[in-house]
């Protein structure tokens, strides 16, 4: 049975500080990895990873994937409050005509 | 473009009420997709089609029908509604990244959500 299980399932922080939220998969015919920020709506896309080592970065978010140890991290730098929301990950499988499977999110919040 | 957009935004119905939550995108994609998002659950695949004609099962099917006529429009039918079906509901759509046997799509644009509460 494919999983998808991210950690931690939340996570509380002040302004400024820099978190690590994680995601470890098993699942048959590997494709990609995806990460989304869900706020109080639909989730928007942040990064599509499918290459063990090769860090993806758009301002103060990163992230890399591990194919051999199979896990994820999604690093945000100097957060914002603006970064409170849900962080999901999904994996994305090859053959399967198209099947995304999530993880239960992390629930992020930022204090000031 | 509009983008990915469902209607209603919300919606209450009694136990055993059928409806049809509409999904519509405007982007030529492919592929189109169900999901539903209960609290502590994350998103799980309802139903998802790869073209218009073709519709297959995600995660979980049961008592839902969709049926994919055009490119542009996908819904999802609860046929009788139970207490189990109170969710947010996402539609979401994807290109295709190559069209090569075996490629898969990514980078789903999803819409605003359907507030669904079957009492």
């Known amino acids: 049975e494919d999983k998808v299980v991210q950690s931690p399932l939340s996570l509380v922080v002040h302004e400024g500080d820099t978190v690590t939220l994680n995601c470890s998969y098993e699942?048959?015919?590997?494709?990609?990895l995806l990460w989304y920020k869900q706020e109080k709506k639909a989730p928007t896309f942040l990064f599509m990873l499918?290459?063990?080592?090769i860090e993806k970065k758009s301002g103060r978010l990163s992230s890399i994937l591990d194919k051999k140890e199979l896990f994820s991290i999604l690093n945000i730098t100097a957060t914002q409050t603006g970064d409170s929301a849900i962080y999901l990950c999904?994996?994305?499988?090859?053959?399967?005509?198209?099947?995304?499977?999530f993880g239960k999110g992390t629930s992020l919040l930022v204090t000031p | 473009n509009a983008g990915v957009t469902q209607t209603p935004k919300f919606q209450v119905l009694k136990t055993g009420q059928s409806m049809t939550l509409q999904c519509a995108q405007d982007?030529?994609?492919?592929?189109m997709s169900w999901y539903r998002q209960d609290p502590g659950m994350g998103l799980r695949l309802i139903h998802y089609?790869?073209?218009?004609?073709?519709?297959d099962q995600g995660e979980v099917p049961n008592g839902y029908n969709v049926s994919r006529s055009t490119t542009e429009d996908f819904p999802l039918r609860l046929l009788s509604a139970a207490p189990s079906q109170t969710s947010v509901y996402f539609c979401?759509?994807?290109?295709?990244?190559?069209?090569?046997?075996?490629?898969?799509?990514?980078?789903?644009?999803f819409g605003p959500g359907t507030r669904l509460t079957v009492l």
């Open positions: 979401a759509s994807s290109y295709s990244r190559g069209g090569l046997a075996g490629s898969s799509y990514n980078e789903q644009f």
């Open positions: 499918t290459s063990s080592g």
């Open positions: 999904a994996v994305e499988k090859w053959y399967s005509g198209y099947a995304l499977n």
């Open positions: 699942v048959t015919n590997f494709r990609s």
């Open positions: 982007m030529n994609h492919e592929y």
């Open positions: 089609s790869v073209g218009a004609g073709i519709t």
